[in-house]
């Protein structure tokens, strides 16, 4: 098993930074990838950005492309998302998620933070 903390999310005016991280715990030596979604309200769950845990091979959405930046401590398996230039349409609640070697699927997942970002 592994379990997946979140750090708190919070509001910030448009154009503002966060930074979310995310701290594996458990069966951390299984970890394959880490990503992080979100949801907004009346929305699908979409996929924001992905790190492979091994070779760093780094996914973006377009949405997001140039505006964040996903990264890893391995030594503290944790995933952190930094969120720069956050416009009124990236507020949702995020949530970290992780595949384990051999997976197909995310199995394990945050408890979710909510980013809300004022006009």
């Known amino acids: 098993q592994v379990q997946l903390v979140e750090s708190e999310g919070g509001m910030v005016q448009a154009g503002g930074s966060l930074r979310l991280s995310c701290a594996a715990s458990?069966?951390?030596?299984?970890?394959?990838?880490m990503g992080w979604f979100r949801q907004a309200p009346g929305k699908e769950r979409e996929s924001v950005a992905r790190?492979?845990?091994?070779?760093?091979?780094?996914y973006y959405a377009d949405s997001v492309k140039g505006r964040f930046t996903i990264s890893k401590d391995n030594a503290k398996n944790t995933v952190y998302l930094q969120m720069n230039s956050l416009k009124p349409e990236d507020t949702a609640v995020y949530y970290c998620?992780?595949?384990?070697?051999?997976?197909?699927?995310?199995?394990?997942w945050g408890q979710g933070t909510q980013v809300t970002v004022s006009s």
């Open positions: 458990g069966r951390t030596f299984s970890i394959a990838t």
């Open positions: 998620a992780l595949k384990v070697v051999g997976g197909n699927n995310y199995d394990y």
């Open positions: 790190i492979t845990w091994s070779g760093s091979f780094r």
